[in-house]
């Protein structure tokens, strides 16, 4: 096993001084316990620091002089930075870093007053040498910082070896262990995913609907590693995530504005919660078939328009890496009491490289929901709901989280969720510095097989979002495959069956590569290599089938859980000649029906169906290209739409 090397940088203008103060901490790392690998190592100025910094992957805190000075001409000594100034760039550069200070005894008031309101994490006196004790505090601390609580405490609990007479049923693997029919699958899993399989029978294991020990630990550690007041671990992925926050905070009837592009959750919890929406059409590029940010200034309309809505929610950034200009966006909301929640299931690992920020906590979201398994080493399901909200309702909250999360949760999840946040403290700038790398120079080598070409962000853009301070998470990468020969379907396929690639997602004439902090150099050339060989092939391009727009939202009639929980009745898309059924138009829907891909709903429950999108319906259903239609009910083979019966129409409350 690999050992940790954890580098403590020192920063004072004085030569001779910062070299006796780093012979003497690095003697006293060398003589003490020193289990994460710590060596301290030194600079004179604040620029060389920032360098260090942006550069050193491994470095774990910063003792900073609290003045740096530079010297003129052998005799004047100027000051080059400050101490508040230099620790707000390190905590803007690199929040996750412990940052100490040395000051003179007598100057301690006036040092601690400045530098009250940052991220200092403690002061050293200059004269004390007091070398040994100062390695202590930093090595506490880091060690601190690393700690896992909850994965800790379940590997005590499963080294204890405990008779189990309480579920699961499989009893730390015994039902499966030796089992003539069944044994190959606890040998294929390994035995630890059994013995850390555990009930709520555990009480040193803590409780996810009451939490109070080590699992209340790990997510204090959490919210302070992404930024947030309160952070709760949910092992049913982001989409209940989204479900819990909607009923905590807004009522049947209440209004919510809401990107038409969000997850299906997001419109599957505007059904649970009883809220009245606000649709938001997104951006469309209609060249590569993306679905792009919703127009800030659409936006803004919408929160002039309806300034009683409870809370606005978008997604940031999007499944093809587009980022809004979040802090403007949040700062109209809060202006109208609007709250924010961004959706940053693809955007979790954000905090822990400027590349990536501001995150939408820095932005000033209230709620940020985050699949931390997507983008970072949690398994899958688990994700983080991180809390900002000023008025906050802490029992609401956790009456909602209860009421959807399991009373007998997968432990392994959770300590993914544990282990996940330690890595992205103690090498989250290292590890996304390497994959940023990466993902430049994959980029160069697409460009390089000439026939396939990755997109920038200005061809992403659609037209009407050009001006909105769109960016680019580098880390998706989209390429244009028009040039292959190939359809989407068949180079898929191709990349599967014979250089065993699976790639993210597709349009009808693009691919999306995700790269992540498991991404290695060997994926990338093996991606290279691929690509490159099906370009020399030399195919001739043909003709790529494009899926028609799907119809702007039209008119939402009746609330979505009215309707929703209507009876309903299912009328045909085709009448009997199998031409479009024109009597399912001005009808309203009871389903929320949704082509995959890309998984934005053409219709939710409550909205009028109209000609248009009746026809997009039934072209898609006899395209020759294979669409998951969800949402469709068949009577036999014959495809329905389920809609409110005329009887039902006129029980329920008209809105809008």
């Known amino acids: 096993m690999r050992k940790p090397v954890s580098r403590v940088l020192v920063i004072n203008d004085e030569p001779l001084v910062l070299k006796e103060f780093l012979r003497s901490l690095n003697a006293a790392a060398r003589s003490l316990d020193n289990p994460l690998g710590i060596v301290f190592t030194g600079v004179t100025t604040a620029k060389q620091a920032l360098a260090a910094i942006e550069e050193d992957g491994d470095l774990q805190a910063v003792v900073v002089d609290d003045k740096l000075y530079t010297i003129n001409g052998g005799k004047s000594r100027k000051l080059q930075m400050s ?86 049923g499989h009893s730390s693997g015994e039902s499966l262990r030796n089992d003539p029919w069944v044994s190959d699958f606890y040998e294929f899993m390994g035995e630890h995913i059994f013995d850390a399989d555990l009930s709520v029978s555990v009480p040193m294991l803590d409780s996810l609907m009451e939490p109070r020990g080590v699992i209340a630990e790990a997510q204090a550690m959490a919210a302070k590693a992404f930024g947030a007041r309160r952070t709760f671990f949910a092992t049913n992925g982001t989409s209940t995530a989204n479900k819990v926050i909607f009923q905590t905070l807004l009522a049947p009837g209440e209004k919510l504005l809401l990107d038409r592009n969000c997850h299906k959750s997001v419109h599957h919890g505007v059904v649970l919660s009883g809220a009245h929406p606000i649709y938001l059409n997104s951006s469309v590029n209609r060249k590569y078939g993306l679905y792009g940010p919703v127009p800030k200034r659409t936006i803004f309309e919408a929160i002039e328009a309806h300034p009683d809505a409870e809370a606005l929610i978008l997604t940031s950034c999007t499944y093809d890496g587009l980022r809004y200009d979040l802090p403007a966006i949040v700062e109209a909301a809060h202006e109208k009491g609007i709250k924010v929640i961004i959706d ?197 391009p043909q003709r790529l089938y494009q899926f028609p727009d799907i119809p702007e939202f039209t008119k939402l009639r009746f609330l979505p859980r009215d309707a929703y929980y209507a009876g309903g009745e299912a009328v045909p898309l085709l009448d009997e000649k199998d031409n479009v059924n024109r009597a399912l138009v001005d009808r309203v829907c009871a389903d929320q029906i949704t082509p995959y891909p890309p998984g934005i709903p053409v219709l939710v429950p409550g909205q009028q169906i109209t000609r248009t999108v009746v026809d997009f319906l039934v072209g898609l259903l006899r395209s020759q290209k294979r669409v998951e239609m969800h949402g469709i009910v068949y009577d036999g083979y014959l495809p329905c739409l389920r809609v409110l019966k005329p009887g039902e129409e006129k029980s329920l409350k008209k809105i809008g």
């Not at 905590?91 to 400045?114: F, G, H, K």
């Not at 970072?376 to 999360?405: G, K, L, Y």
């Open 83 to 168: 101490a508040l100034e230099l620790v707000q760039r390190v905590t803007r550069l690199r929040p996750e870093l412990d940052v100490y200070i040395l000051i003179a005894q007598e100057q301690e008031d006036e040092v601690v007053d400045a530098l009250f309101a940052e991220a200092v994490d403690g002061y050293f006196y200059r004269e004390e040498k007091d070398y040994r004790g100062i390695y202590r505090i930093v090595n506490a601390q880091i060690q601190e910082k690393a700690r896992t609580p909850f994965y800790d405490q379940l590997k005590n609990y499963v080294w204890m070896a405990k008779d189990s007479w309480h579920t699961p």
């Open 344 to 540: 940053e299931a693809w955007y979790g690992f954000a905090r822990f490289h400027p590349e990536f920020r501001p995150t939408a906590l820095e932005a000033g979201a209230d709620y940020a929901t985050q699949s931390t398994h997507k983008v970072m080493s949690a398994f899958s399901q688990a994700s983080m709901i991180h809390v900002n909200d000023p008025q906050f309702n802490e029992h609401i909250f956790r009456e909602n989280f209860n009421m959807h999360t399991s009373t007998s949760p997968q432990y392994a999840m959770i300590a993914s969720l544990d282990v996940a946040r330690k890595q992205m403290m103690m090498e989250g700038y290292k590890l996304l510095t390497r994959t940023l790398a990466l993902a430049q120079e994959l980029r160069k080598q697409i460009d390089s097989t000439g026939v396939f070409r990755v997109l920038a962000l200005e061809e992403l853009l659609p037209e009407e979002v050009r001006h909105d301070g769109i960016r680019l998470d580098p880390t998706k990468v989209t390429v244009d495959i028009s040039r292959s020969g190939y359809t989407v379907e068949e180079l898929q396929r191709e990349l599967f069956d014979r250089f065993n690639i699976q790639v993210e997602k597709s349009t009808f004439n693009t691919l999306t590569l995700l790269l992540t902090i498991g991404t290695t150099r060997s994926k990338v050339s093996r991606l290279y290599d691929a690509l490159m060989r099906i370009a020399r092939e030399g195919r001739a």
